[in-house]
């Protein structure tokens, strides 16, 4: 009788689910002064010896070359996608970008057309870059796009839901936005400027690593205030107590406002000095932009060039 005795209180007890459960472990009390007072720091103290050449050669190693216009079309991808097989003739000793970035009715243009071995093929999916589809939208999007070519894809995360604090449909939509792509690499866009916070920002960060992300993003470009230092940095912590708590590691990438090499190298810095060495390659490290391939090659090879 005892036993049934416990079993009856426990259930007095409300059930935490498990993404309380998930979020009870991580310190979500930050205040964003603190957090503009730390970029702040690392800023002024430690970009200035990352501005050096052999940092912005792996940075364009790192760059999502992305296109994603309304008025993109099957050719002018494909011209995209050549000049990025162009660019290993031309410059042999430099490093490829990391990935091509485009929508998903183009994942089979830009697979066809490739062909320099270790380039991504990423695709916002999803109903990019709203989010508001049903999720029974967004997951055929997905598989069409793997199915495609797709050797990545960038999802948002539902930000309307979020904010009205319904984590679990968050979470769930993650949770089949992952099964859709196999095993394929997911990267979760929090959309950080409509998220406002940087307890918001800590919160959708954790969130979707529970919830399956490979990667977390910043921004969707499509959106003010896209990327910041203070997003990048808050995420930054996440991802680094997550790898603590669990051993798994989760890439980041900041993408969106990406406009001066100055950028490129702040969010470089804000890596290397909240998440260490480890996440310093290609693999984990990435930046969504078109404009800064361009730039940071001008300033590699010493003068201007405009080839993507």
Known sequence: MAENHNHEHHHEMPQKSQIEEALSKYNLEISDEEVKEAVKKIIAEKVPENDNLEVKKFLMGS??????????????????????????????????????????????????????????????????????????????????????????????????????????????????????????????ILETGCLKTAANIKTASIISMYAGADYIKTSTGKEQPAATPEAAYVMCQAIKEYYEETGIQIGFKPAGGLNTVMDALIYYTIVKEVLGEKWLTNQWFRMGTSRLANLLLSEVIGEEVKFF
């Open 63 to 188: 760059v999502e070359l992305t296109t994603l216009k309304t008025t993109d079309s099957d050719e002018s991808v494909l011209a995209f996608t050549e000049r990025v097989n162009q660019f290993e003739e031309a410059y042999p000793d430099l490093p490829h970008v990391a990935t091509i970035c485009v929508y998903p009715r183009f994942a089979k243009v830009v697979s066809e057309t490739l062909e320099v071995e270790g380039v991504e093929v990423a695709c916002v999916s999803g109903s990019f870059p709203s989010s508001q589809a049903l999720i029974e939208v967004k997951t055929v999007e997905t598989s069409l796009a793997v199915k495609d070519g797709a050797t990545e894809i960038d999802m948002v995360l539902s930000v309307g839901a979020f904010l009205s604090g319904d984590y679990e449909t968050c979470a769930d939509e993650i949770q089949q936005m992952k099964e859709a792509c196999g095993d394929k690499k997911m990267k979760v």
